[in-house]
């Protein structure tokens, strides 16, 4: 009987009490990060409160103490993955470093030109550049398996790309897009019928699967503690130890030394060899305080959980007005990738985010496999077991309230920007606006309500030169100037409506003026002054310094 109750599990995740407290935020981006249980965050005070020091090479109490509180760990760590050493377990800052560790101390010996490494359309970035690197040191060649029409890695189309040929086969365990568990054991049975080495990507998998290493049998597995409920800035490199003991060290210096002098040096014996310099210690004990959610018995209740969340959503995110998901069928664990129709994905995300609910948006470090959806990203909605049924219901009610709301707006049309129909909305004017908006919502919609005042762009008249570098949706950006005056008229568009209505605000202070005064206004005091700086997140934000940049740039050349 599933005796797991999702009110006590939550208790033990501190910020989900502050934040139902302070403003009701929803959290749905699990699959970047997972919020910190109290266990992990009362371990890592404790350890700086009364265990800190460094660890192996102290010679006193303290260093002991250390150091057998971070050795404890790699044993556990051991244990949950069954490997079967402890020297099999080497710490790193994440599933990307322990990626390119493999990549440069494996690949860079092993491989030569002409040899094959086999990747998946569904990897991440992080499992695709690295490899293109060693690709590009050692003249090797990137081969990639389709999906099916359900997003899972081809097995059909993998015996044909998996040959004699293929030295390293390095696939996801789960897509952080799609959400379906891979054939891992079959893929990792081809590459041994053809002696290549495998190596997993579990970042998405070790929260809310079993992994069990020898059954497996594959070369590497990778995780980050951070998507198990741990500190960020921890990962795990599992590797069979005779093929760690035969690669050579990543970096150098600290712990990965035996003896040095100027003749020579000799390295330690694993794991240290790959870890030099001094660890995040205080991470990886922190990671052992969340290694208890993950005994048999919860785990089970937690997978049990995860799944009757999982049906849930996927049927009551179906009924949703315009909605499509990325590929057919339910996911395996509660990790759903959309579009809506007509909606760009920001607008969306954004939208959702003015009423408390946190998402992604964007194309999830995985461009390869937008572009096979003909996409230049997604809404990704990602759940943990300390999600809720109700907040689930409250994600489909404003997901059906925007959408219903959006294809019932008529369509801009497209025009070609003249001196007669360039935004005049000037700052005071927006001040004003935003003076009378207190809360996030109430920026959020008169943004939205913003972005209609900005002529669009026919799509034919978009140039590529005109393209805003660093805005993550498409913005583009074109200037005149005035012979008389010597001020600047720009015209501005952006698929992304939330962008639009950025940019009418970044017009406010810009157009019809002269370049010293563009160069000289400090935009960042004046989206402060709207109280918009707070909400703003990273994608947004770079998205609004890359378009004050590039107006800054034109400026710069009129000067």
């Known amino acids: ?15 989900l009490q502050k934040l139902n407290k302070d403003s009701g935020l929803i959290y749905f981006d699990n699959a970047a990060t997972t919020q910190k249980y109290k266990a992990v965050i009362k371990t890592s005070q404790n350890f700086y409160q009364e265990s800190n020091a460094n660890v192996h090479r102290g010679s006193h109490f303290l260093s002991a103490k250390a150091t057998k509180s971070f050795e404890i760990v790699r044993l556990q760590v051991q244990t949950l993955i069954n490997a079967s050493s402890e020297k099999e377990i080497i710490w790193t800052k994440g599933t990307t470093e322990s990626i390119n560790l493999v990549a440069q101390c494996y690949g860079l010996s092993n491989l030569k030109s002409g040899d094959e490494i086999v990747l998946s359309q569904a990897e991440h ?10 690709a590009s040191q050692t003249g090797a060649v990137i081969k990639v398996i389709p999906l099916d029409k359900c997003g899972r890695i ?48 579990g970042a998405q998998s070790i929260a809310h699967s079993s992994i069990d290493v020898k059954a497996l049998d594959c070369d590497f597995y990778v995780f980050s503690a951070h998507k198990m409920y741990g500190p960020t800035g921890v990962g795990v490199l599992y590797g069979k130890e005779q093929l760690l003991e035969q690669m050579p060290p990543y970096q150098f210096g600290g712990e990965m030394i035996k003896k040095v002098s100027f003749t020579g040096t000799t390295y330690n014996s694993l794991p240290h060899k790959f870890e030099a310099g001094t660890p995040n210690i205080v991470g990886v004990v922190g990671l052992g305080a969340c290694l208890e959610l993950f005994s048999k018995s919860l785990l089970s209740d937690l997978q049990a959980y995860e799944l009757s969340l999982c049906e849930y959503t996927y049927l009551a995110l179906s009924k949703v007005l315009g909605l499509k998901f990325l590929v057919d069928q339910q996911p395996d664990i509660p990790l759903f990738s959309f579009t809506i129709e007509n909606v760009h994905h920001h607008d969306v995300a954004t939208f959702l985010d003015s009423k408390g609910i946190a998402v992604r948006s964007g194309h999830h470090c995985a461009m390869p496999l937008m572009e096979l959806f003909d996409l230049d990203g997604s809404v990704r909605v990602s759940l943990a077991p300390y999600n809720t049924f109700a907040e689930v219901d409250e994600l489909i009610k404003q997901l059906q309230q925007f959408s219903l709301g959006e294809n019932t707006e008529k369509l801009p049309v497209s025009t070609q920007p003249s001196a007669d129909n360039l935004t005049t909305i000037n700052q005071d004017e927006i001040l004003n606006l935003f003076s009378n908006a207190k809360s996030w919502d109430l920026k959020h919609r008169q943004i939205m309500l913003l972005a209609k005042e900005l002529p669009r762009i026919d799509k034919q008249l978009r140039s590529d030169n005109d393209l805003v570098n660093g805005c993550e949706s498409s913005a583009w950006l074109k200037v005149s100037i005035n012979e008389t005056s010597h001020q600047l008229s720009f015209v501005a568009d952006s698929d992304a409506k939330v962008i639009r209505g950025l ?3 970044i017009l406010s202070v810009y157009q019809h003026k002269t370049a010293e005064q563009i160069i000289a206004f400090d935009i960042n005091a004046y989206f402060s002054q709207l109280g918009l700086m707070q909400h703003l997140s990273p994608s947004r934000g770079n998205g609004i310094k890359a378009i004050v940049e590039r107006i800054e740039q034109l400026a710069a050349t009129h000067l």
């Not at 599933?2 to 501190?14: C, D, I, L, M």
């Not at 054991?185 to 190596?199: P, S």
Request: charged share 15%; net charge positive.
């Open 1 to 15: 009987m599933n005796t797991f109750s999702v009110a006590e599990f939550r208790r033990q995740f501190p910020i």
């Open 154 to 201: 081809d097995l059909v189309q993998a015996e044909q790309v998996i040959t004699s040929k293929c030295k390293v086969l390095a696939v996801n365990h789960i897509s952080n897009v799609i959400g379906k568990l891979n054939p891992i054991k079959e893929l990792i049975a081809l590459a041994k019928n053809v002696g290549a080495k495998t190596l997993i990507d």
């Open 503 to 505: 940019m009418v605000i």
């Open 125 to 134: 970035h992080a499992n695709i550049v690295p490899w293109q690197n060693l």
